[in-house]
RNA sequence: GCGAUCGUAGCUCAGUUGGUUAGAGCGCUGGUUUGUGGUACCAGAGGUCGGGGGUUCAAGACCCCUCGGUCGCCCCA
């Protein structure tokens, strides 16, 4: 007889209960109150999309691309990937659904996204962000609103603290491309100087050599060519609104003139909320504009910005959560009068107040385990009904409730 | 893909240079006490020591493989 193994989670998944549970709910709640605040859409989307959706977008060469994607081919033959990002899709589902007809639109999503990386602290296989998209808006202003609604996001679920805007901007399309040329000239003539992973991203990405960890690297990348020196006047107007936006509006930021995007969508304004409280993970929310990507994928010359954040690192930032107290504990002391306390408990939850009922074990260890849920008050149910209570006199609707049933 | 480290009851862990029927606390179940919002005491259930192979008279401890967790690199939110 072969012996059963008991099934385990698939690496990289999680199952969250409890604590773990409440601080996610916690973000996705704040995120979609704050995302109306500010008139952003929900969307529902697809969690798979043809794998080209996603090849054309983030570029071939990126890893997320070419080793970090869930796909198949589906029993019709068909390349599908589970979704390693939003922007894409919803960039997808603009043109799929001709929304060219509601822009500039506000979107906003959140759900589960998967990606085949090393799990570490606050990075999964699968994992779950927030998102909010402008679509078909041009001007700075988009891009500062943006940061605003991150900016109150962060301030609402109380993990500023410690975290900081970084602010770039990597020009528009001529912009970005000469300075590219230039850096890679550059890293070219100091190609003895590289660490061995930047000598591999001069060929991929050379971009991202300018945030490299590698001590070894920082000298040749501190002076490397900057942006600022290929920035077009319309670029550095552009960059000049946003900032000019953000003072405005009380939103602190810094310029980072490394900082770099690691999809090939982006241009103009790139930005980081960084933390140091996360370990390797210094990103808790990151975005930018990337006006290049629908026409990528076979729509219109179309504008748009966004950004994502990923809600397993809020989460764990979060560092003090709302209490959630049951209401009414119903003790049930003789079963006698279960059906008496069947009867209060739907009254109860039917009123708007949370309860739950212990009526099982031990009868003399049923407050035991009832104080053990910590609930607001204690009732107590015997053969002949609900008799009394314990727990603060309060004004609360449990109490209301109480004294009504007395009357 | 690379590196480090860990994997013993539901949970947190202990298990001495490999040596008799693998332990504790918490939790759980029951009992006694107490008496009605967190008491104390007693008892019980619960483990093929992640999985597979090997070395040995003897492996939870040593070796190999494998699967996971954690933390870095890489990448990214």
Do not use: C
Request: hydrophobic share 40%.
């Amino acid at each position: 007889m072969a012996k059963i193994q008991t099934p385990q989670a698939v690496r990289g998944t999680q199952d969250m209960f409890g604590e773990t549970e409440e601080r996610f709910a916690h973000v996705v709640a704040t995120f979609e109150r704050v995302r109306r605040l500010y008139g952003f859409k929900g969307l529902q989307l697809p969690v798979i999309e043809p794998t080209a959706v996603f090849s054309r977008s983030l570029g071939e060469a990126t890893d997320v691309v070419s080793k970090e994607m869930y796909s198949f081919e589906d029993r019709g033959g068909d390349s599908i990937t589970l979704r390693p990002e939003f922007t894409a899709g919803i960039a997808r589902a603009y043109l799929t659904n001709g929304w060219q007809q509601f822009a500039p639109m506000k979107l906003s999503v959140h759900g589960p996204l998967f990606r085949y990386e090393r799990p570490q602290k606050g990075r999964y296989r699968q994992f779950h962000q927030i998102d909010a998209e402008i679509i078909g808006a041009a001007e700075p202003a988009a891009d500062v609103e943006l940061l605003v609604m991150a900016d109150q996001l962060l301030k609402e679920l109380a993990i500023n603290d410690g975290v900081t805007l970084q602010l770039n901007t990597l020009g528009d399309t001529p912009s970005r491309d000469a300075w590219r040329a230039a850096l890679v000239g550059y890293f070219n003539d100091h190609k003895n100087a590289l660490s061995e992973d930047s000598l591999a991203r001069l060929e991929k990405n050379p971009l991202r050599i300018l945030d490299s960890k590698d001590p070894t690297d920082r000298p040749v990348a501190d002076a490397a060519p900057v942006i600022d020196d290929y920035l077009s006047g319309e670029a550095q107007d552009f960059f000049g609104a946003v900032t000019a936006g953000l003072d405005a509006a009380g939103v602190a930021w810094t310029r980072n003139a490394a900082l770099v995007r690691g999809l090939d969508y982006y241009r103009h304004t790139a930005f980081e909320f960084v933390t140091d409280r996360l370990g390797a993970q210094g990103t808790v929310l990151g975005g930018g504009r990337y006006d290049g990507l629908i026409e990528n994928l076979g729509g219109p010359a179309t504008p748009a910005v966004g950004w994502a954040a990923g809600i397993e690192r809020l989460a764990m930032l979060i560092e003090q959560l709302p209490v959630q107290q049951l209401e009414a504990m119903i003790v049930l002391e003789n079963d006698e009068g279960l059906g008496q306390a069947f009867a209060l408990l739907r009254q109860l939850r039917q009123a708007g107040i949370s309860a739950d009922m212990i009526a099982t074990g031990s009868p003399k260890k049923r407050y035991d385990k009832a104080v053990k849920q910590n609930p607001a008050a204690i009732l107590r149910v015997n053969e002949h009904g609900y008799y009394g209570f314990s727990g603060e006199d309060t004004n609360s609707p449990l109490m209301n409730f109480l004294k009504s049933l007395a009357a």
